[in-house]
């Protein structure tokens, strides 16, 4: 079973940086496609990026410029660098897997608060 661990959010004012990491146990993570998703209250849960497991990236557009995901396979860990945070990105950020068989998992998620 695979369980998906994030941590890293917090209250931050608009314009700065938070980086969130995502812990993943098991042996499929080096093979299976990372993303994160965000959910705003009120709101349906958006894609806010991915990483494949050849490492090609997709970005919303909403983030593009400002936000960086990346992973670290011999770690089994996935991170997401958000800088020039904006009210907007007010959000429980999920950790998302998407196995080579299309099974997907979800962590528990982190809140992210950008506040003055």
């Known amino acids: 079973q695979v369980q998906l661990v994030e941590s890293g959010g917090g209250l931050v004012q608009p314009g700065g940086s938070l980086r969130l990491s995502c812990a993943a146990s098991?042996?499929?993570?080096?093979?299976?496609?990372m993303g994160w998703y965000r959910q705003a209250p009120g709101k349906q849960r958006e894609l806010v990026a991915t990483i494949t497991s050849g490492g090609t990236i997709n970005y919303a557009d909403s983030v593009k410029g400002r936000f960086s995901i990346s992973r670290d396979n011999a770690k089994n860990t996935l991170y997401l660098q958000m800088n020039s945070l904006k009210p907007e990105d007010t959000a429980v950020y999920f950790c998302?897997?998407?196995?080579?068989?299309?099974?997907?998992?979800w962590g528990q998620g982190t809140q992210v608060t950008v506040s003055s």
């Open positions: 998302h897997m998407l196995t080579q068989i299309y099974f997907n998992y």
């Open positions: 098991g042996s499929i993570f080096t093979s299976s496609r």
